[in-house]
């Protein structure tokens, strides 16, 4: 990936409603162009990610998936 990842967030083993606050936050303190990247394994999480971030504009600019882990890198768009 060429651009630089400025934020990363673990959501293995955190409690769904306190990771989205701080998903949330984050993108709203990033400046666009950015990217957070999001490491999880609960597919209900990670389809409630992209529920929480439906108000900005964003690009999902790689997904991989090892084993029982997935991980969203997520660009920032104007």
Same mark, same amino acid.
């Given at each position: 990936?060429? =651009?630089?990842?400025?934020?990363? +967030?673990?959501?293995?083993? /955190?409690? /769904? %409603?306190? /990771? +989205?606050?701080?998903?949330?936050? /984050? +993108?709203?303190?990033?400046? %666009?162009?950015?990217?957070?990247?999001?490491?999880?394994?609960? %597919?209900? =999480?990670? *389809?409630?990610?992209?529920?929480?971030?439906? =108000?900005?504009? #964003? =690009?999902?600019?790689?997904?991989?998936?090892?084993?029982? #882990? #997935?991980?969203? *890198?997520?660009?920032?768009?104007?």
């Amino acid at each position: 990936m060429e =651009t630089e990842i400025k934020h990363k +967030f673990d959501l293995r083993e /955190a409690i /769904a %409603p306190f /990771a +989205f606050l701080k998903v949330t936050q /984050a +993108f709203r303190d990033m400046k %666009p162009g950015d990217i957070l990247q999001l490491t999880g394994d609960d %597919p209900k =999480t990670r *389809s409630e990610i992209f529920k929480v971030l439906h =108000t900005v504009h #964003y =690009t999902v600019v790689d997904t991989q998936e090892e084993g029982n #882990y #997935y991980c969203i *890198s997520i660009k920032k768009e104007n």
